[in-house]
């Protein structure tokens, strides 16, 4: 049927949607949801239908396309175009399959991802396939099938010959920031570390947000397979390369309902892993409430599959357990934690003990591991890799080599100029962090949006304080982000149990 | 935050939503799909949030409002709102338990269902709602839980004293009109029977498609009391009383899955017989290739459900299993079915045989059941309703009461001027049906919308044709339709397999 064409001035930011008068939609015998085959010039889109229930929104005769298929066919308001009936995508049905509790082999796998990243299917679809995903699980083959899939639906970056190390943290653990100091440490041992890291989505800082304080994260790639080869590594943001894009696409869906399927999130990690072309990987799995793993059994049963995928990837997998029922660093927030990082790597005194130790005992391990030093001598490498400044030096080059200032000083590193110091309510012990609600503080403060915003630790576990001591400060941009956080403490307490002697 | 609205002209028909610029969603820290509360002059409404990207869809400071949340709040283009975060409905925290598996009580199950007729999920929600009952399936306890919960988060209509009986076919055989002939049987044997019926979904014709070619079937409730009382039933379309709305939106989301879960289906079905009071249930369930049950034994299995359910919700329910492997009667399509089932009723011999004998047959098991007439007394009494005129004059007082002409003549509703004539493409005997196919060619050919086409069979199974003998013919209003329905008979072939001897 030719139809002309209304501009709807409106992006889906995904899925390709046009809209059709109920009538007309009545007519061609289509329903909400079905595929609609739209043509001009040669050029197609298959697009999901939606109703105009008024002739105000869409008119009889009308078809409205939203921006994403303006684009693909290149038309504009006005335009006729050829409107047809079209075909589901075939994942569709094999997203009904796993519903129904079969398997899915590699190449059914394959095109569901390959659909998910190409905006091919409806939020139905989606949440179809996430809530098969988690309620029947997937086994091991599955999982690894899934995991190429979202490499091979991505970019895949290669660097040469030779060993690719690679870190990564499972998350939930405010200020845990050692990716920073851990990269240089490794990359000044002689490694090549190709670190691609993520933004935060629910904490107030990821690893590319602190970087980005002292130097741009995103790069092209023959820059970045220079700096390999020069300085060894970099550590970007993921985002501008397109690893493993499905993974966002999942999250979006997973997050409404608070899922976390086990064998998506495994395979959404290690396939971001593969898209960098690691040959080994060390694993931070944090234990405590609110972590990905509560217990350390849980942690083991974690470990125990990144080990198995890594297999079948070829990435040799070393995991390592770490208690994460508190914040780790004293900066929470990227300015604050960038602080931290610098600090730790220019052996300044100032700097957080914890954070130096936890990438100590990170760098010794995967040294050993990668069989740079012999067994038992890591730390001791590791150490010295700190004290000589190989590793802040390490750390120069990767900043100027992203086109940042090298001699970048922590003291001019400047948290927001609006401040509040939140203090004991009574004197005790410091028990316990709720991480999540300081986390929640930190982000209300404008975290990682302003990059100066964050909240700034004084006490951790154990330590005793007395009524009306410092405990953190809340660093904003503006008056009202701090506002926002202060009511945010008054709502979720302030984060931090005291227990009176 | 205090925001401009934008009117942005479009209906979801569904889910309020709003529609936030990516960077003040960032500021405010809410993500896409996550719940907004908007609040003016004491209003207020809660809505899911999609993100524009661009300034031109919606300003910064601006939020677009779709239709629903513009009428909730009488809010105007340019007026002022007050924008926060709003809470996600509890209903979302049922649903991941029925993810993870567990059991729902009434509570939750009412909570879910509730937020559905309400519109208050997302599809991501309802898919999510969908795909974990359909995979982890529900205990008869649930499936009664949500048969009350549908029930009563709609219409219940209530008839006075009395037993009240009911009739439902599954569905899933073109020309099964029955209802319209068992009805005004039953009613001219002193039952009372309020008959919701529905429209046709993905079948040529429903019952109230069909009975509106004889007078209308929107009527308002106490209409229909009065009706009760002085002819003793009607035949109405259901989706205009609003029972068990819940239904509908759910089956807008199995839909694109083609999944049919079997509690839900229960329910729905159920839910619908519990909303019009009915204290005696016949129902219909056909056997066959492309029926709900494909074999004996799966309709004995959905017989004992709905027996069972039945005597939870008191309704006392009796079932009847029959072939419904090839159509039944000779019109497919509203017109074609009125004429049929007229015919029948006025004991005209050209009315089809096939028909009669069923609704004989249903009539009779009603009656015995009901206990209207002594055990193997029914086929003569139901036989005897039809030939003293008494079924066809119940008829004519359902026909006016409803506002139509009871005096309508079957040879004066016409099928459409345009048709085409489908021969036999070889000698033999017809062996079977493709009741899918033959119902798609009915659709195209503009059925149910347009009343007067669809399909007129001269041959049933078991039939011996010659070469180019007519098989049936297609009517349509117009020449585009009746071209759609030639090609899909080019498509699928022509419905009607013909063994050479």
């Given at each position: 049927m030719k139809m002309t064409v209304k501009d709807l001035d409106i992006s889906t930011g995904d899925v390709m949607v046009v809209v059709l008068n109920e009538r007309d939609a009545e007519r061609m015998d289509i329903h909400p949801m079905d595929r609609v085959l739209v043509s001009m010039n040669g050029r197609k889109a298959v697009a999901v239908l939606d109703i105009a229930e008024s002739e105000r929104a869409v008119p009889l005769g009308s078809i409205g396309l939203m921006e994403e298929v303006l684009d693909e066919l290149q038309a504009r308001d006005g335009d006729s175009v050829t409107v047809e009936h079209g075909e589901r995508p075939k994942s569709v049905g094999y997203i009904r399959k796993k519903l129904d509790g079969k398997q899915l082999n590699y190449d059914e796998m394959f095109a569901i991802v390959d659909d998910i990243v190409n905006s091919r299917l409806t939020d139905v679809e989606l949440a179809s396939y996430v809530a098969a995903n988690y309620t029947h699980g997937m086994n091991l083959r599955e999982v690894i099938d899934l995991t190429k899939a979202m490499t091979l639906t991505g970019n895949v970056l290669t660097w040469g010959q030779g060993p690719i190390a690679d870190v990564h943290g499972i998350g939930g653990v405010p200020g845990n920031r050692t990716t920073m100091v851990v990269v240089p440490m490794l990359i000044a041992a002689g490694l090549k570390l190709p670190k691609t890291a993520s933004r935060a989505i629910t904490s107030p800082a990821g690893t590319a947000d602190?970087?980005?304080?002292?130097?741009?994260?995103?790069?092209?790639?023959?820059?970045?397979?220079?700096?390999?080869?020069?300085?060894?590594?970099?550590?970007?943001?993921?985002?501008?390369?397109?690893?493993?894009?499905?993974?966002?696409?999942?999250?979006?869906?997973?997050?409404?309902?608070?899922?976390?399927?086990?064998?998506?999130?495994?395979?959404?990690?290690?396939?971001?892993?593969?898209?960098?072309?690691?040959?080994?990987?060390?694993?931070?799995?944090?234990?405590?409430?609110?972590?990905?793993?509560?217990?350390?059994?849980?942690?083991?049963?974690?470990?125990?599959?990144?080990?198995?995928?890594?297999?079948?990837?070829?990435?040799?997998?070393?995991?390592?357990?770490?208690?994460?029922?508190?914040?780790?660093?004293?900066?929470?927030?990227?300015?604050?934690?960038?602080?931290?990082?610098?600090?730790?790597?220019?052996?300044?005194?100032?700097?957080?003990?914890?954070?130096?130790?936890?990438?100590?005992?990170?760098?010794?391990?995967?040294?050993?591991?990668?069989?740079?030093?012999?067994?038992?001598?890591?730390?001791?490498?590791?150490?010295?890799?700190?004290?000589?400044?190989?590793?802040?030096?390490?750390?120069?080059?990767?900043?100027?080599?992203?086109?940042?200032?090298?001699?970048?000083?922590?003291?001019?590193?400047?948290?927001?100029?609006?401040?509040?110091?939140?203090?004991?309510?009574?004197?005790?012990?410091?028990?316990?962090?709720?991480?999540?609600?300081?986390?929640?503080?930190?982000?209300?403060?404008?975290?990682?949006?302003?990059?100066?915003?964050?909240?700034?630790?004084?006490?951790?576990?154990?330590?005793?304080?007395?009524?009306?001591?410092?405990?953190?400060?809340?660093?904003?941009?503006?008056?009202?982000?701090?506002?926002?956080?202060?009511?945010?403490?008054?709502?979720?307490?302030?984060?931090?149990?005291?227990?009176?002697?």
């Open positions: 602190t970087m980005e304080v002292l130097c741009p994260v995103t790069l092209p790639v023959p820059k970045l397979k220079a700096m390999v080869q020069k300085v060894g590594g970099f550590i970007i943001w993921g985002g501008a390369v397109n690893l493993a894009p499905a993974d966002d696409r999942i999250i979006r869906v997973e997050h409404p309902l608070s899922i976390d399927a086990e064998g998506q999130m495994l395979a959404s990690i290690m396939a971001k892993k593969a898209s960098v072309s690691a040959t080994h990987l060390l694993m931070e799995i944090p234990l405590g409430p609110g972590c990905k793993a509560a217990t350390r059994a849980e942690g083991e049963h974690l470990a125990h599959h990144f080990t198995e995928i890594g297999e079948h990837l070829k990435i040799k997998v070393r995991n390592m357990l770490f208690d994460g029922s508190q914040p780790i660093g004293r900066g929470i927030g990227p300015v604050l934690e960038a602080q931290d990082c610098i600090r730790v790597l220019k052996n300044d005194p100032a700097g957080p003990q914890d954070l130096r130790n936890k990438s100590i005992r990170m760098t010794a391990t995967m040294l050993e591991f990668m069989g740079r030093c012999p067994k038992g001598a890591g730390l001791a490498r590791a150490t010295e890799l700190l004290k000589s400044g190989a590793a802040w030096k390490a750390m120069q080059g990767i900043i100027e080599g992203q086109g940042g200032d090298p001699n970048v000083n922590p003291d001019s590193l400047r948290p927001g100029p609006h401040a509040y110091t939140y203090r004991a309510p009574k004197a005790g012990i410091v028990t316990a962090f709720h991480n999540k609600s300081i986390a929640r503080i930190g982000r209300m403060a404008g975290a990682p949006r302003d990059k100066e915003a964050g909240v700034l630790l004084y006490r951790h576990r154990g330590d005793r304080v007395a009524k009306g001591e410092p405990l953190y400060t809340v660093y904003a941009k503006n008056k009202t982000d701090l506002g926002l956080a202060l009511e945010t403490i008054e709502r979720l307490g302030g984060g931090i149990d005291i227990k009176a002697r």
